[in-house]
């Protein structure tokens, strides 16, 4: 088994993880509905993805 032959200081520590911040969630309006999405996922109100209805639409 490997064993590490020296103690991680703080500093490389901290530099190894300067990568695995989570980044903010993009959303964009919807051309037809104006309500905010993400891109790429179905609009849950009206259940269009792409131009197509793949869902029924979502009862209020």
Do not use: C, W
Not at 20 to 29: D, K, T
Not at 50 to 57: C, D, R, V, W, Y
């Amino acid at each position: 088994m490997a064993v590490p032959k020296r103690k991680t200081s703080p500093s490389r520590r901290n530099m190894r993880r300067s990568h695995h911040a989570l980044g903010a969630n993009s959303f964009i309006e919807d051309k037809d509905t104006g309500e905010l999405r993400r891109p790429h996922h179905v609009d849950l109100k009206t259940g269009m993805y792409n131009g197509k209805q793949i869902l029924t639409p979502k009862e209020d």
